[in-house]
């Protein structure tokens, strides 16, 4: 049987990179961009150009370094935008244009237009960009919640005004499935020219059916997804790339379609993305979550042992999970380091390789066995050689008759500082030394701990999310002791939030679009 193609949008930097708190560097949307394009996604929207000088050249980095994946970055319906967008993208070897309208009831109220003005500016923005380039996507947004004959004649104009695609999304996540197939189905059917340009759907997961949704589109005759790895994005995410695409793979005899990712590729992306965005994957997060393949009641096992197909629909290592391996100690050198994290995606430079087995070294000496998850968690320290505060030690006192005591010294600048602080637990007391050392305003917003493996002896991972007029960062870190973790995690977050001090922009925002500056 001949499979259709579906392409694969993935704009895990735009909107999922929206997401309060999952802003990265620059640094780290490049690896990503890096990695997407080498797992095979079609295109990879990589960012809002005219949001601010960071942005841009990310999406102009991006777009340069890019091999095979078409490079596209988002704008609004105004010509400033799309210039902007234009001089980001153009040098990749395949740009693309994204430009966006809010077009519902309650979007057209934002910047005040009528129906025919707002039809106005589509054709205007729409043969701008495509006369700067032969790729344009055009979004109504809010597609779901605007008038059926509205949707039609806007789709129309931006069509005759050359967009290639027109993508429908479902912004605040408020369609369902059949609702979503049938939508898409009679734009196909009804609206002059639209078969001569790609129909993509762009879901959103506040109701828990991004994915039904995305592929339920498909069956009506959607032809590019638009998703992100883990589904990071605003509120409850955008799709999820990893269940779209297995879902396809998997479902190929009612769901006939191709895409052109690697799926063994999935695992190592999705751990970046966490890692980078801070945003922890759900332990039964379908594919990617730590038990999304565990099997941990008996008749499970037992089923499993005789045949793996009876509890499992897909193979682990269609995702990039190797089987079970064993376990690193402290006997393990530099070259068992290597190949282990190959297996699990990894492929570091030898100086990187030397930091990492400093760190494994000391973990192997404090915990006996080291698991593929230690490792993940070792890695995923988001420390780096730039930050402004660093840990030098930490000591702190317990007991049942508090209040609980820490003694800290931190290198701030270069310069070595200490104090010794109190508080309800060793965590507060803790937090308050890092605070009487380098006072700040930022609110703490999150601190979450989980373990990494079983035992005593396993690690905890801390993730600490901060505050500080309206700019938000995330912090992790991973220690056999609780308590350092939560110091590292809190001052990574700090160096995160002090980084994001000085790239703030101008505060553009996608959603609450404001024409005024346009
Ligand atoms: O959800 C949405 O409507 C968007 C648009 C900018 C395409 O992300
Ligand atoms: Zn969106």
Redesign the pocket.
């Known amino acids: 049987m001949t499979k259709d193609r579906v392409l694969i949008f993935d704009?895990t930097l735009r909107?999922g990179e929206q997401s309060p708190g999952a802003t990265m560097t620059h640094a780290e949307k490049l690896e990503i961009a890096e990695l997407l394009d080498e797992m095979g996604v079609d295109i990879i929207e990589a960012g809002f150009p005219i949001a601010s000088e960071g942005d841009f050249k990310a999406v102009s980095e991006i777009a340069a370094n890019a091999k095979s994946a078409t490079i596209c970055g988002?704008a609004r319906a105004n010509y400033k935008d799309i210039d902007r967008c234009w001089e980001a993208v153009k040098n990749a070897k395949s740009p693309r244009i994204h430009t966006?309208i809010g077009t519902s009831p309650l979007h057209r109220a934002i910047p005040n237009l009528t129906q025919d003005e707002m039809a106005e500016r589509i054709h205007d923005t729409v043969t701008h960009a495509r006369n700067l380039c032969d790729n344009v996507q055009w979004?109504p947004?809010?597609a779901t919640r605007t008038e059926w004959d509205y949707l039609c004649r806007v789709v129309e104009i931006a069509i005759k005004a050359g967009a290639t695609t027109i993508?429908i999304?479902d912004?605040v996540g408020y369609t369902a499935p059949a609702e979503s197939a049938d939508l898409i189905k009679r734009l196909i059917a009804e609206v002059p020219g639209a078969g001569d340009v790609v129909f993509a759907t762009?879901c959103?997961n506040d109701l828990g059916m991004a994915t039904a949704n995305s592929l339920a589109a498909v069956a009506g005759g959607a032809r590019q997804v638009e998703c992100t790895i883990n589904g990071l994005g605003e509120r409850a995410g955008n799709t999820a790339l990893e269940e779209v695409v297995m879902a396809l793979k998997v479902r190929g005899d009612i769901m006939p379609y191709d895409t052109g990712v690697d799926t063994r590729k999935i695992m190592n992306i999705s751990r970046r993305v966490a890692t980078v965005s801070g945003f922890a994957v759900q332990f039964n997060k379908a594919i990617v979550g730590k038990n999304a393949f565990a099997h941990e009641s008996g008749i499970h096992q037992d089923g499993m042992l005789k045949n793996r197909e009876t509890f499992e629909v897909m193979k682990p290592e269609d995702i990039g999970l190797s089987g079970t391996s064993l376990p690193l100690g402290k006997h393990s050198g530099r070259a068992a380091l290597r190949a282990k994290l190959n297996e699990l995606g990894f492929d570091l430079a030898d100086n990187q390789l030397n930091d990492v087995f400093v760190r494994f070294k000391d973990l192997a000496d404090r915990k006996k066995e080291v698991f593929d998850d230690d490792l993940m968690a070792l890695l995923s320290q988001n420390e780096s050689g730039d930050d402004r505060l660093k840990l030098k030690s930490l000591r702190v006192v317990c007991g049942t008759d508090g209040p609980q005591t820490a003694e800290m010294v931190m290198e701030i600048d270069g310069e070595d500082a200490s104090t010794t602080a109190t508080g309800d637990g060793p965590v507060d007391a803790t937090f308050n030394a890092v605070k009487a050392l380098f006072n700040h305003g930022a609110r703490l917003q999150l601190y979450q701990v989980s373990a990494v493996t079983e035992g005593t002896d396993a690690q905890a991972t801390v993730s600490v999310r901060m505050e500080e007029e309206g700019r938000i960062a995330t912090g992790q870190s991973a220690d056999t002791d609780t308590v350092v973790a939560s110091a590292k995690a809190y001052i990574n977050a700090l160096n995160r939030l002090l980084v994001r001090r000085q790239q703030s922009g101008p505060g553009y925002d996608?959603k609450g679009v404001s024409y005024k500056d346009a």
Do not use: A, E
């Open positions: 704009t909107d988002l966006f979004s947004m809010d993508n999304p912004t762009h959103h996608v």
